[in-house]
């Protein structure tokens, strides 16, 4: 039997309605619109206020349109992963919540956290399960109310991240699409540079941790943009290498977008054009586990099949890595709903 592959059938995506503008954060913090755009490049962000609203609100509009768009019945899902840094709650799952809200119900269910890389990990994973063989419709959902953990009232950090969810649906296929590679990497003791000091069980919420501010984004910017420029560019020079893809092969990069900079740094590295790279970085900021569904949201339509396509993120842990996909569908045939 020839071997089984993991590919992308389809895409949805949500952000919410409410815009954060540079305009808007300078009347917060002490900053401006033309440090952001020159330092991050992001414009603004969406963010989701409607109180009692939570991670789970945000993916299950993006999986309602990913099942209307491929024409799912929830009840085909065999799985579905939530890669989020920004849970509804401690336990259990936004995973489960998610799968609850969307009417999915013959499926099971899990959260991943691997920061920013948490899409890669998720698509990885869900690739394992299918080529297995026994899980035919696979959904990715990346979803984060980044809003719920920013301190805006730290001017390093509060411009970065915005709200949004965008989901994926991973089906099997014995064609020559879909995931084609892999590298996926960890180094633990990056966790300094980039977390959240207080919530975790060691050191559970008391009066003092919210006194000190410890329950939301803790970043060593520099620390962080250094290794971030580093290793998303090796990890993706390295899969281009080892897949004999030369710049002018390569249809689409789809990075993580935490840095404007960052993100033209690797494509330099990579040796490719600006045209070649997906970025709404400006309008979106960083949506953590969001940012690469929602960059194929907005480009569906562009993308053919057999399109090389790099994807490529760096974020807490420090986690990182690069996945090569071969597109396996014509994205103007589906409709954005
Ligand atoms: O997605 C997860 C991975 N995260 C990332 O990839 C983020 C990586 N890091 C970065 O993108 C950048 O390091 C930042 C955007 C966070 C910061 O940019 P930077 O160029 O590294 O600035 P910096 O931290 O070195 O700060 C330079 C100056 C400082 O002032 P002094 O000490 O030179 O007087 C900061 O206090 O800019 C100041 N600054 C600001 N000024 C105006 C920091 N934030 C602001 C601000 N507005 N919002």
Redesign the pocket.
Known sequence: MSKLRATITGVGGYVPEYRLTNDE?SQM????DE??MT??GIKERRILKEKGKGASDLGVEAVRELLRKTNTDPGEVDLLICPTVTPDMQFPATANVISDKAGIRNAFSFDLNA??SGFLYGMSTASRFVESGRYKKVVVVGAEKMSAIVDYLD???????GDGSGAVLMEPTTEAFGVMDEILQVDGSGRRH?YQKAGGSVKPATHETVDAREHFIY???????K??VARMADASVEIMKRNHIAPDDLNWLVP????M??IEATARRMGIKREQVMINIQRYG?T?AA?LPLCLWEWEEKLNKGDNLIFA????GFTWGSIYVKWGYEGKNHQQT
């Open positions: 954060l913090v002490d900053t401006t440090w952001i330092r991050i920061g920013c001017r390093a950090t509060c411009p970065i991240f980039l970043q060593e910017g520099q620390q962080v943009f290794a971030a993580h977008q935490a840095n900079r960052i960083n953590t940012t993120t760096f974020g807490a």
